[in-house]
């Protein structure tokens, strides 16, 4: 809602007129992107909340929870711990009009928006709510720049910091969430947060809506069959996706027995009680990296990214279409894609190049 | 004694950068050069200084090299603490960091920097930028904003596209408050010629250092609006051999960032 308290971005910003008006409108005519902060409970209160398993392959994850139209959150960060393995079954399975919330990432936004642009009747991407989209040192993202100068998908801008309290709104189950940033920079114009006064000192305070995606998908290190996880190295905004989302996909490289997330209880990051699906899957996150169990694969990096590089340089959808068709479309499933690009060798070379971290299973 | 030919530009931002760190602070750093500043302050004159790395560790000890990714592996190596994005933006908003490395496309006078898109308008964006990732919550909250840039007359404008990251916004005395955010705000800005700090008078950006052999008015020459001159501009510092051995053996053994040809975005 505009009460009309802003900073003073609105008299030195030089965006033009119709770009605020029509930002100012997304804030004043506000809507949640997916569920509103009620609905999410009411999702919540009507879950079962016994101790049931919930193991089950990431294809029948995916059949029982992806619909067209709905908001996906992703957890991981830019290349790490990213939930490429439950990816990667969506794009096959097929989903459009997504919503699609992160912090920072790579090869996901990038998979869905290569698969948007080959088979545009297959996957689509309605609107992104983001910090960031790049490949850090690979470089800049080119579907990215592609869609976004194409005028293909709707943004909605914030910081890594942004993305993050919106998610841990959701979790909190608080339909907003007060931060010290935005205000003053051009965010504040054309984002759906909003300034105010504090009504207890007084001081302009940006807020941000809550952000409650209708699903999260999560990789981890561990998980027991119910969906208690451990997580080891960056929690990313893990924890606060799981909780903040109507429901949870959580793929795991390891299941570990519930006696072991007993004996520490203090190492579970999500409860049980906010996943809706285990789904036990080996190198889950590859390309990208999980602390403990592998290293990035930036060979994979590379190569796929390349392929869009030439793409929008050149308009010619010819190689990236035969990647979707030989690596999605070409495979049943993660371990035969896997098995099709990497030999055993390459897999212990990954797994060396971690280095060791110190995770607990037991 | 080092000649400056000797010296690559990205070894001349890293030594300045880490020259610009006080020792026992919080240096929040993104990928790449900022942690081999941070890394080659420790070396030398900071021996306290500690890393947040914003997938969410503090003080972590890179002793297996350069990490590729903020959130990589790496990164967490010997923390002290880990936990995730949440965790050490709150730390910095509470006011437990003290530096901000962030980079950006575009900076105007009073240390405002994009780094969301060039051309066209917002909606339509001739040249997309991944946005802000955690730089826009950096220079809200941390306490003092180094951006590091490349001194070109394009990029050194009257104003920016679109403030992603806020500087010192119109240049007024309270544009800060009144946006609500934390920080003090621009404390340096480091190129491969120049240093430049901010007048406290003006908050405008004002050329502390340039390089040997390059003079005030050649520096002016690269940017776009009229830099205030310091009282005692002075030459940068030129690293001795004892600061390259650091920074190409401990700070970036694989040259991965030091050994670059051209300045990236």
Redesign the interface.
């Known amino acids: 809602m505009e009460k009309g308290v802003h900073s003073k971005i609105v008299s030195w910003s030089v965006l033009d007129k119709e770009t605020v008006a029509k930002q100012k409108k997304r804030k004043t005519d506000f809507q949640y992107w997916g569920p509103t902060p009620k609905e999410a409970r009411q999702v919540a209160a009507a879950k079962n909340k016994s101790l049931i398993s919930k193991t089950m392959s990431i294809q029948q994850a995916v059949e029982k929870y992806v619909k067209d139209g709905m908001h996906i959150g992703f957890g991981g960060f830019v290349n790490t711990r990213v939930p490429t393995a439950i990816l990667w079954h969506i794009i096959k399975k097929g989903v459009k009009d997504l919503t699609l919330t992160f912090t920072s990432h790579s090869i996901c936004p990038e998979w869905i928006a290569g698969a948007m642009l080959v088979y545009p009747e297959h996957v689509s991407i309605k609107r992104v709510e983001l910090a960031w989209w790049g490949y850090e040192i690979i470089g800049i993202a080119p579907l990215l720049r592609y869609l976004a100068a194409n005028e293909m998908i709707e943004m909605d801008d914030y910081t890594n910091y942004g993305i993050a309290a919106r998610f841990k709104a959701g979790a909190m189950g608080i339909p907003f969430i007060p931060v010290r940033e935005n205000g003053g920079s051009d965010m504040e114009l054309v984002n759906r947060g909003t300034m105010i006064q504090c009504p207890f000192s007084g001081e302009n305070t940006y807020i941000l809506p809550a952000c409650n995606p209708d699903l999260g998908i999560v990789h981890v290190q561990a998980a027991d069959k119910y969906g208690n996880a451990r997580i080891f190295g960056p929690l990313c905004t893990c924890p606060e996706i799981s909780q903040a989302a109507a429901h949870t996909i959580l793929s795991c490289e390891t299941i570990i027995d519930n006696t072991a997330i007993r004996r520490y209880p203090n190492l579970t990051e999500i409860p049980y009680l906010v996943v809706d699906a285990v789904c036990e899957q080996k190198f889950g996150s590859w390309p990208g990296a999980v602390y403990g169990e592998y290293w990035f694969d930036m060979k994979q990096f590379l190569n796929f990214r390349s392929l869009c590089e030439e793409f929008h340089k050149t308009g010619n959808k010819d190689k990236l279409k035969a990647y979707y068709d030989e690596y999605f479309f070409g495979c049943d499933t993660w371990d035969d894609l896997i098995a099709k690009i990497l030999s055993p060798d390459q897999l212990v070379d990954l797994r060396k190049q971690d280095g060791g971290q110190p995770v607990i299973l037991s | 004694m080092v000649s400056l030919a000797d010296v690559s530009p990205y070894e001349m931002i890293a030594f300045t950068g880490s020259r610009a760190l006080e020792d026992n602070t919080i240096v929040f750093v993104g ?2 050069l900022p942690i081999i500043a941070a890394m080659h302050a420790q070396l030398t004159h900071a021996p306290n200084v500690n890393l947040i ?5 503090l003080a972590s000890i890179l002793d ?1 090299g350069m990490p ?10 010997n923390a002290v603490f ?6 050490v ?1 709150e730390l ?2 509470r006011g437990y960091a003290d530096y901000a490395f962030i980079g950006g496309a575009q900076i105007d006078m009073y240390g ?1 920097v994009c780094s ?2 060039q051309g ?18 950096m220079a ?2 941390c306490e003092k904003t180094i951006a590091i840039m490349a001194l070109e007359k394009r990029r050194f404008i009257k ?8 500087g010192f ?2 240049g ?1 005395s ?9 920080g003090k705000g621009p404390y340096r800005v480091i190129t491969n010629q120049a240093l430049f700090g901010f007048d406290e008078e003006t908050r405008r950006m004002m050329l502390l250092e340039y390089l040997p052999g390059k003079s005030p008015e050649a520096i002016q020459e690269l940017v776009d609006f009229e830099l205030l001159m310091a009282p005692q501009v002075r030459e940068m510092a030129i690293p001795t051999e004892h600061d390259l051995m650091l920074l190409r053996t401990k700070c970036d053994p694989e040259g ?2 030091l050994g670059r040809k051209i300045v990236e ?1």
């Not at chain 2, 790395?53 to 560790?57: A, D, V």
């Not at chain 2, 104003?159 to 806020?166: A, H, K, P, R």
């Not at chain 2, 309270?174 to 934390?182: C, F, L």
């Open positions: 990928t790449g790395f914003e997938s969410g560790s297996q590729m990714s903020v959130g990589d592996t790496r990164c967490f190596r880990a936990k995730g994005l949440c965790a933006f910095t908003q405002n969301t898109y066209g308008s917002y909606l339509k964006p001739k040249v997309r930028f991944p946005g802000s990732g955690g730089a826009g919550a809200a909250n104003q920016v596209d679109f403030i992603t990251s806020i916004g119109d007024s309270d544009y800060r408050e009144k946006a609500g955010v934390m991965f960032f975005q």
